[in-house]
């Protein structure tokens, strides 16, 4: 066991915490345009700096990092508070699926575009009736020569309004079983036949957007991973999703928490700071020690992957934990706060709200619980 | 980075594995639970022959020399197959000896104690005291020491006792000395002996006055107990999948029910996560000290709630049948439970971790 970093990781690690230090871009601008470019700009730093893609392959434009450094990476980068990168799904996922599954020819294609944020991406998985259950997809593709047309509506599809490419699981086949009947296409969102609708959420912000697509049109080429194989190509792209979280996930916990420590000691409730309460100094205590159980599991899960080539059974714990530390936290928060935790303007109030989509987003809580109890603990399939 | 264990880390783990799940066989433990003195001396021989109770005692006196990491990896399968023994006793009692033994106290004790011709006990607990494990009111008068500790593990079992008293004091008494009476208390975890003991104009010679390094042998053991409830939970976890697989209630597994099935991966969660914290404590009191006594106090608070609730939602799991004493699951929550109030429960740790944490 050696819980240290090596020089190399160190140096690493240095390199790119003072690199974030000299470059940071200070505070995000509000309003949805201007923090879209104010990212995109941040990401074109990046990709001139070569922190953009620090997990591809050099051949690819990337930076080759190993599993430790790309951890380091993600801490680090939270830690500094940096901006997100414009294009974070095409760095994050679609990316990595056109390499693991994409012809050469498409990875020349669609690479380098990704890292320059010149080309962003989102995702068109979930459906009105397919979020959970996303092989139950109904949107369709029928072939029509060198051309797919796709009739459907997709759900939950972040920077739609500004994707160049979408990452849509379509079926392609009826009559297949529903999990081999799916293709995974890259659709050209600048078509009339495809029109996005800012989806609402109880924030009052619209993070998120609903796709109506109408007889879009998307090249054959365009199937990535070969056609009845989607299934199989979404999978890496979730898996993807989840790995690469859990390293930024546990830092933003830890980085919440400290803000939260601090709140309760500036807070004043009953005549003395409300961290003196000790209710609240053993439930700060409990999420000290929950944040401290992400980071570990985290590394463990990474030795796991480093040591087998594949997650162990921790890997499958840290989105469904992390989900459950940042809603305690938040409603923690929200008790510190007292009669401010009616008020709106209040940042907490603001997570408070936020947080509840954490057991939903990116594989619902109940659905991780089920990959725990049937592939790690081998219980038998409810269904 | 690295969080696995090296070679010889595993293989002590494997020996221990195999060495414990052939000694104690449920239906050894189950009839140690039921024995008086709960344990023989043909297993303390095997123990002290692999070397264990010399584990963390110094080379130069006699023992292994080795770390926290392997004493946690020992606790952890000695958890597991919920093994009665005085050794985890012995070793506490070991630890601080190690840590703050005079000359002469370690030159008399940490030899026998290494070899395993010796054992070991902390009486920590006052009688009407406080609930807090590091305030203790004895004071020795002169060069003796009268007083009451309760809940003292394996008393009847060591020759040795090391008391702790006010102050952040610690005395050694012979249990040999004509003032020491030992009195059986019914334990909850039958599988631990638990004793009242009572010292009456004893000789107490204390050990050294080493706060910095007493801490660092109590944050060891508690350490080593957050290991041992990692174990029990693991086990009992086993045997709550294992049963939710074979038991069919409706014409199908319960465990295809998703309301069992959910309760099996918590089961999951809380004992990885109590694993992770254990290890990580292990490896901070070998290698990174000032990060050790945070990471012990975070070990035990979570290992503390999770051994309780994973081996009671086991219970949950196994219905009726598992809340027979016929069935061997009530011994991992008894343990559990135990284990959860020894050396500062869960709710004292985490008022550690706080205060260590600048909250």
Redesign the interface.
């Known amino acids: 066991m050696d819980l240290t970093l090596s020089p190399s990781e160190l140096a690493f690690r240095d390199e790119l915490r003072a690199w974030l230090l000299a470059n940071h871009p200070g505070r995000e601008p509000v309003g949805d345009e201007a923090a879209f470019a104010f990212r995109r700009d941040w990401q074109r730093q990046l990709h001139a700096a070569g922190w953009a893609g620090v997990s591809w392959p050099t051949k690819y434009g990337g930076r080759g990092a190993t599993l430790i450094e790309q951890a380091i990476y993600n801490e680090e980068v939270v830690r500094a508070k940096a901006p997100q990168a414009a294009n974070v799904l095409g760095l994050a996922m679609g990316g990595p699926t056109v390499i693991a599954h994409g012809t050469e020819e498409q990875r020349r294609r669609y690479l380098q575009p990704i890292l320059s944020a010149e080309e962003i991406w989102c995702q068109g998985f979930s459906e009105p009736d397919s979020g959970s259950d996303l092989a139950s997809v109904k949107t369709r593709a029928t072939r029509h020569g060198d051309e797919w047309v796709v009739t459907g509506q997709k759900v939950w599809t972040t920077f739609a309004h500004h994707a160049k490419w979408c990452m849509l699981v379509a079926r392609t086949d009826s009559d297949a079983p529903k999990h081999k009947g799916l293709s995974y296409f890259l659709m050209d969102m600048d078509q009339e036949a495809v029109q996005v609708r800012p989806l609402v959420q109880i924030t009052g912000e619209a993070e998120f957007n609903e796709l109506f697509i109408e007889e879009a049109r998307i090249p054959h080429e365009n199937i990535i991973g070969g056609e009845g194989n989607g299934w199989a190509v979404a999978i890496t792209t979730l898996m993807h999703e989840r790995a690469t979280l859990a390293f930024g996930l546990q830092v933003s916990a830890q980085i919440a928490l400290n803000e939260l420590i601090e709140k309760a000691r500036s807070t004043r409730a009953n005549g003395q700071p409300a961290s003196e309460d000790p209710v609240i100094r053993q439930r700060l205590a409990q999420l000290l020690i929950e944040a401290e159980v992400l980071r570990l599991n985290a590394y463990r899960g990474l030795t796991a992957i480093m040591r087998d080539g594949v997650p162990g059974p921790e890997g499958s714990l840290g989105k469904w934990h992390w989900s459950e530390v940042s809603q305690s936290l938040t409603e923690l928060a929200m008790e510190i706060a007292g009669p401010r935790a009616m008020l709106a303007e209040d940042e907490w109030t603001y997570r408070f709200l936020r947080a509840r989509a954490n057991s939903i987003e990116g594989g619902t809580t109940e659905i991780l619980k089920n990959i725990v109890a049937e592939r790690v603990l081998g219980l038998p399939r409810m269904r | 980075?690295?969080?696995?264990?090296?070679d010889d880390?595993r293989a002590i783990k494997r020996t221990a594995h195999d060495f414990l799940t052939a000694r104690y066989p449920a239906a050894t433990v189950r009839a140690l639970a039921g024995d008086d003195r709960g344990f023989t001396d043909e297993q303390w021989n095997e123990l002290a022959e692999l070397g264990w109770t010399g584990l963390v005692v110094p080379e130069a006196e006699g023992g292994l020399g080795l770390g926290a990491?392997e004493l946690v990896v020992i606790q952890e399968e000695l958890g597991y197959a919920l093994a009665p023994t005085p050794f985890f006793s012995s070793v506490a009692a070991t630890l601080l000896l190690v840590a703050a033994g005079t000359e002469a106290q370690r030159e008399r004790w940490l030899g026998p104690l290494a070899s395993g011709e010796a054992r070991g006990t902390i009486a920590l607990w006052d009688e009407h005291g406080a609930w807090s494990p590091d305030q203790s009111e004895v004071e020795a008068s002169g060069d003796t020491l009268t007083a009451t500790k309760i809940a003292v593990a394996d008393a009847a079992a060591a020759d040795v006792l090391i008391v702790a008293a006010a102050d952040g004091r610690h005395y050694l008494v012979e249990a040999a000395d004509p003032g020491v009476r030992i009195e059986p208390e019914r334990s909850l975890d039958p599988t631990r002996k638990l004793f009242k003991v009572a010292l009456d104009g004893v000789a107490a010679d204390s050990l050294a006055l080493e706060p910095a390094r007493i801490a660092h042998a109590y944050q060891t053991i508690v350490t080593a107990l957050a290991a041992e409830i990692v174990g029990v939970a693991q086990h009992a976890m086993e045997m709550a999948?294992s049963y939710?697989?074979d038991r069919k209630q409706f014409d199908?597994?319960i465990?295809?029910?998703?309301a069992v099935?959910?309760r099996?991966?918590?089961m999951?969660?809380e004992v990885?996560?109590a694993r992770?914290?254990a290890?990580?404590a292990?490896?901070?009191l070998d290698?990174?000290p000032d990060a050790a006594a945070r990471a012990a106090s975070?070990a035990k608070?979570?290992a503390s709630d999770a051994g309780f609730r994973v081996t009671a939602s086991a219970m949950q799991v196994h219905g009726g049948i598992g809340f027979t004493w016929e069935h061997d699951l009530h011994f991992f929550l008894k343990r559990a439970e135990a284990n959860a109030h020894a050396f500062g429960d869960a709710?004292w740790h985490?008022?550690r971790?706080?205060e260590l944490?600048?909250?």
């Not at chain 2, 465990?255 to 998703?258: D, E, L």
């Open positions: 980075m690295n969080f696995d264990f090296n880390q990491v999948v939710a697989g199908r597994p465990g295809a029910y998703q099935s959910h099996c991966s918590q999951l969660l990885e996560g992770s914290l290890y990580w292990g490896w901070a290698h990174e975070m608070a979570y709710r985490r008022d971790v706080a944490s600048g909250v």
